[in-house]
């Protein structure tokens, strides 16, 4: 099969969880004999970030950027800035769609789908709540959004929006939504959970989800188990127990609220690792850094893989509702304890323990750190790694086959 993979988010220096998804999958499918074309932006140069991608196959760079439009400065969304950009992404598509049985979008973009024509054959996967969220993650500074009504989402555009400017962004989230349920109907749709799904169905018409089918986020556990052969956590007196952070530092990942209670209930045999960048990173480093809170920024996945797999506890302290997390399915395969949030697409991942209880959830913060704690403070067993593999396998390999089978519907 001869399939073009599309991303705006690709190529980019650091990638994220949905374009590491992407290049999973496209990299697992060219293994298996399949013709894969990643398209992706054309302002990113791909030699400097070939390193940090890992594609085996061909690129192209052709896709157009945002041109941002203002919002913040305007304080209201533009009503005509997310259709203009998708028009555009879709026109690059069809200028390189001939000849290929199908084109998968990997996007932050739902509208892309409404402008490509209904005898091509494209698959959109969607990472994030973006069929109805301008901003994609349904959070904001006050916490999660559940608010459906157009006339909240100008609180998200700027932070005391006057009357015309609340009648802007609502006119600007009705005309996206109108758009996004007309692409959703038109072409089929993966939802990496049924989280996100349910949420998008509370604002979006029965229509919009007639073909869509929920496939979770999947790992490569062939490459896990070769980047973390031989690693496992430091045991016996002395030694630290670690707790491994892997993620965006802004306020919905909530890893500051985590260091806050952390600050306050630690062990004092207890480590805690913080892998990842992002805006708060000076701001909690200045705060919080020292020898028992390491801040240790960007590192190749590699690195992070086998930090994960010598980490005694993973943490992922998101407040707002992750789609399908990545770094939960990564340390559950390597045997690595997990402590979250029970939110957003996280309890449908307990499927693929390997033992029960290994994801530990929690409704609160500080719960979550009171839970973590209790089980630092517990001697470790000797086979604290010895269990079998999860009952249901979250290998790119076992979900292939069944968005091959979308392909083809």
Known sequence: MKILMVSETMPAPQLGGLAKHAITQANTLIEQGHDVTLLGRASVDYESCRAEMGFKGRFLGALPDDKGWKEQSWGYFNPWRRPRWAYQVAQAILEHAAGHDVVHYHGNLPLVAAFIPRDINFVQTRHDQGSECLVHVRYRSSGLCTDVDPSACAACAGPHPNAVQRWVSSRSVQIYRHLSARALERHKTIYVSEAIRSNGRRV?????????????????????????EGVTPPVGPGRPRDVLIASRL???????????????????????????????????????????????????????????????AAVIPSLCEEACSTTILEALYLGVPCYALARGGNPELSRYERWPGQLQLFESGEALVQGLVRYLETPPPNNERNHPEARVSSDVRAALPMVLEIYGR
């Open 204 to 228: 979006l018409p029965a229509a919009a989800f007639e073909r869509s089918w929920v496939v979770h986020n999947f790992v490569d556990q062939q490459r896990l188990s070769r980047d973390t």
């Open 250 to 312: 802004d306020d919905a990942k909530g890893v500051g609220p985590f260091l806050e209670h952390w600050q306050r209930l630690r062990p004092a045999d207890a480590r805690l690792r913080i892998v990842g960048d992002g805006p708060l990173r000076a701001a909690m480093e200045a705060r919080y850094g020292g020898p028992a809170v390491e801040f240790l920024g960007h590192q190749p996945y590699a690195i992070t893989l086998r930090m994960t797999a010598a980490s005694h």
